[in-house]
């Protein structure tokens, strides 16, 4: 069964600090994986794409590693701001043609706090 | 642009009553879809469409109904609210299969 499981579930962080998320997938064939960032009330937006020959990605503070033969990925954010506050989604893209199937994980919230 | 476009931004229904959830997108994507966003269970597909003309189900499509009659705009009915549709809808569109998924803002439905 496709899956995607995030964790920790939530995170408490202290402003400047830097934390990673983890995310573990069972899906195939894989095609690619994202990483979102969803604020309180708002719909969720994409970070960064991994494919499967792409080990590392950053997008600012953010760098998205992916271990293709382990099935695993990482969300490391650097210097935590309050603005990171946030739950953030691992969503993984299956090879199926057309369909465009996403198996979406139930996400990690963090706060930062000052 | 606009991006992704979704009215209203919250309702209330009560239960049977039916209403229509819109989105429109400016992007001229082929792909749109609908999730549903509840505490502890992430986002979940309702229905889809890749292309005008074309619908498909999701992982949670009983209750709900859409159509696709232009490659803008992908409108989703409730037909009949029951509680359990008290959810936050998201509608999402993107260029292909494997290309971003841009996302609205959401409508926070209430059904008592």
């Known amino acids: 069964k496709n899956q995607v499981e995030q964790s920790p579930q939530s995170l408490i962080i202290l402003e400047g600090k830097n934390c990673t998320l983890q995310c573990n997938y069972t899906v195939s064939p894989f095609s690619n994986l994202r990483w979102y960032k969803q604020d309180t009330g708002r719909g969720p937006v994409s970070l960064t794409i991994?494919?499967?020959?792409?080990n590392t990605k950053s997008n600012g503070r953010y760098t998205a590693t992916l271990d293709a033969d382990t099935k695993q990925s990482s969300l490391h954010i650097t210097a935590s701001q309050l603005s990171d506050s946030a739950s953030y989604i691992c969503v993984v893209s299956v090879f199926s043609g057309n369909t465009g199937k996403l198996i979406f994980g139930q996400g990690t919230t963090l706060q930062v706090k000052p | 642009n606009a991006g992704v476009t979704q009215t209203p931004k919250f309702q209330v229904l009560k239960t049977g009553q039916s209403m229509t959830l819109q989105c429109a997108q400016d992007?001229?994507?082929?792909?749109m879809s609908w999730y549903r966003q509840d505490p502890g269970m992430g986002l979940r597909l309702i229905h889809y469409s890749v292309g005008a003309g074309i619908t498909d189900q999701g992982e949670v499509p009983n209750g709900y109904n859409v159509s696709r009659s232009t490659t803008e705009d992908f409108p989703l009915r409730l037909l009949s609210a029951a509680p359990s549709q008290t959810s936050v809808y998201f509608c999402a569109s993107r260029r292909g299969a494997d290309n971003e998924q841009f996302f609205g803002p959401g409508t926070r439905l209430t059904v008592l």
């Open positions: 992007m001229n994507h082929e792909y």
């Open positions: 991994m494919t499967f020959s792409e």
